[in-house]
């Protein structure tokens, strides 16, 4: 088989389309994980990958040229979410123009979603459907008539190849490849991180939960999980690669408890000193005492923890599956530990009225958490949400630049179907005024800021928070 070269894409749009956000103090920026775990399955099957993150350059439509010269590709695959559909576009383009023997791959969420639709609107002449760690190789590799996972175009045509699997054993996969990355070129808030550069690591992919909310297309419903052992291996890993921190992506770290206790125990066990953060959160029925105490032991500084609603009603109406008393304790019980909390909640749901969400100030406020940030509701594409709201004809566009999290572009997207959207952006709003700038909450973080030297970097950051 003759050695390919493949160079792999993150869009210059992925961090800045958050620039607006009430948490972008909170945002990080850190080397994309796809792109890290395609790259190493392409170089364990000997062919050529290189790695262009346009978010780090001022002008990335002369970067990419440059880099297409240098690297002169065979393949180029360009990893996107639904509010990056719409930078992606002329970025194929420019590629195709630039050579139009380049076969241009696309990855990602929207593209497993609308594969048919994202090829014939764009120059992408692969869709990449799922999980793409093997489908890449055979792209490569293989006639793409018999490679499993993809949309391509044939003429005019577009052709839906074969389902493909979901990957069982995680453990066979490589570790990622972070030496093609600049690391140091990347940043994290301190609100975020206590050290860096900051490298992110997947130890599971499936969520078994049915949240209304959330896209479950690449990844599916099965939680498939990387042993313990392989997990801390792939730390120290990273640690030798240079990074000082660890945040975890998984869609939920803590399914299984069991194996979350395990990780902990090997990391106190082979004494690695590092500190880290489950960013993505935690659900509040899968976690305990032992775990808090024992990921603090660990080093875990801070996690998540996803709460969503203060009104039960509301957790009911999208499946949540948890209760407000569960809430509650999984706070108390990571407080008690001394790990920061920071619970994550959503204003706007379909279901919600101004009373609802008076509830779910109002809860945010009874815990004693020591963060709490709140979105408005984005029905995303593939969602149960956006297929109810769709079916009552209350999806009001289908420009994908719109689809932003933190963002007042909800109110493009859909007809909420009980509160103006003047009163969501209130209420939005009041959620972090109410739960930062109350006297004790301030003296709170004042009096830990003073301990750890951040008191006004922190005091900068509530104030853009707040405007």
């Not at 453990?171 to 206590?194: C, G, M, Q, T």
Request: proline content about 4%; overall charge positive.
């Amino acid at each position: 088989m003759k050695r390919k070269k493949v160079l792999l894409i993150a869009l210059s749009e992925a961090v800045s389309v958050y620039k607006e956000a009430k948490v972008k103090e909170a945002l990080e920026h850190i080397p994309y994980l796809p792109l890290a775990c395609l790259a190493a399955m392409l170089l364990k099957n000997n062919h050529e990958a290189g790695i262009l993150d346009l978010s780090l350059y001022e002008n990335p439509t002369d970067k990419l040229n440059k880099k297409l010269n240098e690297f002169n590709p065979d393949f180029v695959g360009i990893s996107f979410t639904t509010p990056l559909y719409k930078e992606m576009k002329p970025l194929a383009k420019q590629i195709k123009e630039y050579n139009k023997e380049i076969v241009v791959i696309g990855g990602g969420p929207h593209c497993t979603i609308f594969p048919k639709q994202t090829l014939e609107e764009s120059d992408l002449d692969v869709a990449v459907i799922g999980e793409g760690d093997y489908t890449i190789v055979e792209i490569v590799e293989k006639d793409i008539r018999r490679v499993k996972g993809i949309a391509y175009k044939k003429g005019k045509k577009i052709i839906i190849n074969e389902k493909r699997d979901l990957i069982r054993n995680m453990d066979e996969l490589p570790f990622p490849s972070w030496h093609l990355f600049e690391i140091n070129s990347y940043y994290v808030p301190r609100l975020r991180a206590k050290l860096n550069p900051v490298g992110p690591i997947e130890t599971s992919r499936g969520c078994p939960f049915n949240c209304t909310f959330c896209n479950k297309a690449i990844h599916g419903y099965m939680f498939r999980a990387k042993s313990p052992k392989r997990v801390v291996d792939e730390m120290e890993y990273m640690l030798k690669c240079g990074f000082k921190e660890i945040h975890i992506k998984d869609d939920g770290f803590t399914t299984d408890i069991n194996r979350a206790i395990k990780i902990c125990d090997l990391i106190i066990e082979r004494g690695l000193k590092f500190s880290w953060n489950l960013v993505n959160g935690i659900r509040v029925d899968r976690a305990n005492g032992e775990f808090f105490m024992k990921a603090a032991k660990a080093g875990c500084h801070s996690l998540g923890i996803g709460i969503e609603s203060g009104s039960q009603i509301i957790l009911d109406s999208i499946n949540k599956n948890i209760t407000l008393d569960m809430a509650r304790e999984t706070v108390r019980l990571c407080k008690k530990s001394g790990i920061e909390s920071i619970g994550y909640f959503i204003i706007g749901f379909p279901k919600d009225t101004e009373k609802t969400i008076k509830e779910t100030i109002n809860f945010a406020l009874s815990l004693d958490l020591d963060m709490a940030k709140a979105t408005i509701f984005m029905p995303f594409p593939g969602t149960a949400s956006f297929k109810e709201l769709e079916e009552k004809g209350l999806i009001t566009s289908k420009d994908w630049s719109d689809y932003n999290y933190h963002s007042s572009s909800a109110k493009k997207v859909f007809k909420h179907p009980s509160i103006s959207w003047d009163k969501i952006f209130y209420y939005h709003d009041l959620f972090h005024r109410k739960f930062y700038f109350r006297p004790k909450k301030m003296l709170e973080i004042g009096i830990k800021s003073i301990k750890d030297g951040t008191l006004f970097y922190k005091m900068g950051a509530a104030l853009r928070t707040r405007w």
